[in-house]
């Protein structure tokens, strides 16, 4: 079936530095893609969707200048975390759409990142 | 309004034994799809099960059936013969409209243990 990869899995940072999450779809095109977060036993939140080859549309509350997303491709959406603070330790998941008449969502396994 | 809501924070299930999830919804859109994924501690979601607002008959994935009350906006999980390797987060989303493209709405999920 359809996987979406994502890596790191886990990244630990210094404040102020940014990290750049990559989320591949393995075998399919994935024209939009969608960032989640989620703190500890809570549920995702959306935080933006990504567009191949256009601008990502985040959600309300959402920091684009924090939270960059690039959509290069249709197999490769990256979110770059700038300037990491403590407050965005987070676990953060993409998934991506399977095209075809499957409604399916595939996730990535997700990152968790700490920032000191 | 909260647009999905699992009102079971945590629930227990005696291993072998049948396990319904709830799971209710709001939405004025006539076509929607709902989800049910699973999270185990390593964080990667698992798709289980997806209906329709149009399907009549409700889904069924080997021990996975999901309860659609249309009139009453619910879409329970029941889970048959729980495993130990069922314990997980699960979560229920919604995906409003006809656009597969658009993003999935997750409840709060309920934390399910499966006792030995």
Not at chain 1, 58 to 79: C, M, P, R, W
Not at chain 1, 90 to 103: L, V
Not at chain 2, 2 to 25: H, N, R
Not at chain 2, 107 to 115: A, D, E, I, N, Y
């Amino acid at each position: 079936g359809a996987v979406v990869s994502q890596h790191p899995s886990r990244v630990i940072c210094k404040s102020g530095t940014s990290v750049k999450i990559e989320c591949r779809s393995l075998d399919f095109q994935a024209t939009t893609m969608f960032w989640y977060r989620q703190f500890p036993k809570q549920s995702l939140m959306l935080m933006a969707t990504s567009n191949e080859g256009s601008k990502a549309t985040y959600e309300q509350g959402v920091e684009k200048d924090k939270f960059l997303i690039n959509h290069a491709s249709l197999t490769l959406s990256t979110l770059t975390v700038t300037s990491a603070h403590p407050e965005d330790s987070s676990f953060y998941i993409c998934s991506a759409r399977s095209p075809g008449a499957n409604e399916k969502l595939f996730f990535g396994s997700g990152t968790q990142l700490s920032v000191l | 309004a909260q647009k999905i809501t699992q009102t079971q924070p945590g629930m227990f299930v005696q291993e072998k034994e049948a396990v319904t999830l709830d799971c209710t919804y709001d939405t004025s859109d006539q076509s929607y799809g709902l989800f049910w994924y699973k999270q185990p501690s390593s964080g990667e979601m698992i798709f289980l099960i997806y209906q329709g607002s149009y399907d009549e008959q409700n889904a069924t994935e080997g021990r996975y059936s999901l309860n659609f009350q249309k009139a009453r906006k619910s879409a329970n999980l029941v889970i048959s013969a729980s495993q130990l390797g069922d314990s997980a987060m699960y979560f229920c989303a919604m995906r409003e409209g006809p656009s597969s493209a658009r993003q999935l709405t997750f409840g709060s999920g309920t934390q399910l243990t499966v006792l030995p």
